[in-house]
């Protein structure tokens, strides 16, 4: 079963990225303006499309299609899907919103990013036509039905074109990649800091923005929906702070940020399944955490004040 009911009128979806399970999560808020939140990659849109007729929406029931970022793992069916139910709004960041129209640029940069796996694993990403979106701006509310609302959140760091969803209703924030990545078969929260748009800073400062806003719980893209959010939000910060710490000695060191990030770190999946650890090492391993890392201290050095 790829679908189960987290909160009143929230249903996931398990959009099984690569065939894994409990990788990749698509959020559908029920409504009287039904509108899915992520729709994961466009190798998954299969998946996701069965999964969305099993739960009774037709071609013209689903009024939005919203993305926390336009990272392929999370935007990448957003093409698919807006052929698919001609009557959805596509809701994204207003940095996002020009890539989806025409994602060469971005496609391009997957390409380096991923290699082989781009085709193998993700797919790629097809246009939306530009009058189908509406760029969000901070604070801005979606509206599901007249008591329910989605309200974003700009909340760059692992990216600058993220923002989350706090939900009026049920108080659940789909949080995207900002809190992190924590896959229930490896049970560890881990940053997400990939290049190019890393930036400590406004990382914590999304988390804290956040918090004030009192969630009820965090729905991750990866995955699913952890309870306790002021803990965990804790958690993500203190964590995402100690993996900067050492990855910045390691740069002002001249050492390998990937080495001593492996080194620090390795410990906290030890016990975990081989298989599992493989998901994690594909969804968000050491190097392209430590690659972010290194654009954020290069970036960071080459704007600094001369001294």
Do not use: C
């Amino acid at each position: 079963m790829t679908t189960s009911e987290i909160a009143p009128g929230i249903i996931e979806i398990d959009t099984l990225l690569g065939g894994w399970e409990k990788v990749t999560a698509g959020y559908l808020v029920h409504g009287d303006a039904p509108v899915l939140v992520e729709t994961g990659s466009q190798s998954s849109v299969g998946v996701l499309l069965d999964a969305l007729d099993a739960l009774g929406v037709s071609p013209g029931d689903l009024a939005g299609v919203a993305v926390t970022h336009i990272h392929l793992d999370h935007a990448g069916g957003v093409g698919d899907v807006a052929r698919a139910f001609p009557a959805a709004t596509v809701y994204v960041h207003e940095k996002g919103a020009r890539h989806l129209v025409d994602p060469t640029r971005l496609i391009d940069s997957a390409s380096r990013v991923y290699g082989p796996l781009l085709d193998s694993l993700y797919g790629r990403l097809d246009a939306t036509p530009q009058e189908r979106i509406h760029v969000l701006a901070d604070g801005e509310e979606i509206r599901v039905s007249p008591d329910r609302v989605l309200t974003t959140v700009d909340s760059p760091g692992h990216a600058k074109h993220h923002l989350a969803l706090h939900d009026s209703v049920s108080g659940v924030l789909f949080a995207g990649d900002a809190v992190g990545v924590r896959l229930p078969d490896a049970g560890v929260l881990r940053p997400s800091t990939p290049p190019p748009d890393f930036d400590l800073d406004q990382a914590v400062h999304s988390l804290h923005r956040f918090a004030a806003r009192r969630p009820s719980g965090l729905a991750l893209a990866h995955y699913g929906l952890l309870a306790e959010p002021g803990a965990i939000l804790d958690e993500a910060e203190e964590t995402l702070r100690r993996w900067a710490s050492v990855a910045e000695q390691a740069w002002r060191d001249g050492e390998d940020i990937a080495t001593a990030l492996d080194s620090a770190f390795a410990a906290d999946i030890s016990g975990v399944d081989a298989v599992h650890r493989e998901k994690l090492d594909t969804l968000n391993g050491v190097h392209s955490n430590a690659a972010g890392f290194r654009r954020w201290l290069d970036t960071r050095a080459q704007s600094a004040p001369p001294t």
